[in-house]
């Protein structure tokens, strides 16, 4: 079992800047990969960014430039700036690794508020 705890949310400023952290602890093989997601109140969860176990990033193509992800070790970062309303969501920290079946893991969450 992998668990998966985040912190590092709350509410900031439109403008302002959050980061997010997310610790995995359990039986994390050496390739995996981690990232983070986020769902808005009515919408479906979607993608905000990954990083690979080996150093390799994918973002949302509406978030690059604002959204930064990074990892050390099992613990993986991300960093969030110039914060806009509309990225008001909770964020979920998840952990996916590959034995003969794919495997996804998830954080409880945590909350994003992006108001004045």
């Known amino acids: 079992q992998v668990q998966l705890g985040e912190s590092g949310g709350g509410l900031v400023q439109p403008g302002g800047s959050l980061r997010l952290s997310c610790a995995a602890s359990?039986?994390?093989?050496?390739?995996?990969?981690m990232g983070w997601y986020r769902q808005a109140p009515g919408k479906q969860r979607e993608l905000v960014a990954t990083?690979?176990?080996?150093?390799s990033t994918n973002y949302a193509d509406s978030l690059k430039g604002r959204f930064d992800i990074s990892r050390v070790k099992n613990t993986v970062y991300l960093q969030m700036n110039s914060l806009k309303p509309e990225d008001t969501a909770v964020y979920y920290c998840?952990?996916?690794?590959?034995?003969?079946?794919?495997?996804?893991?998830w954080g409880q969450g945590t909350q994003v508020t992006v108001s004045s």
């Open positions: 998840n952990l996916r690794q590959v034995v003969l079946r794919t495997y996804d893991y």
């Open positions: 359990g039986s994390i093989f050496s390739v995996n990969t």
């Open positions: 990083i690979t176990s080996g150093g």
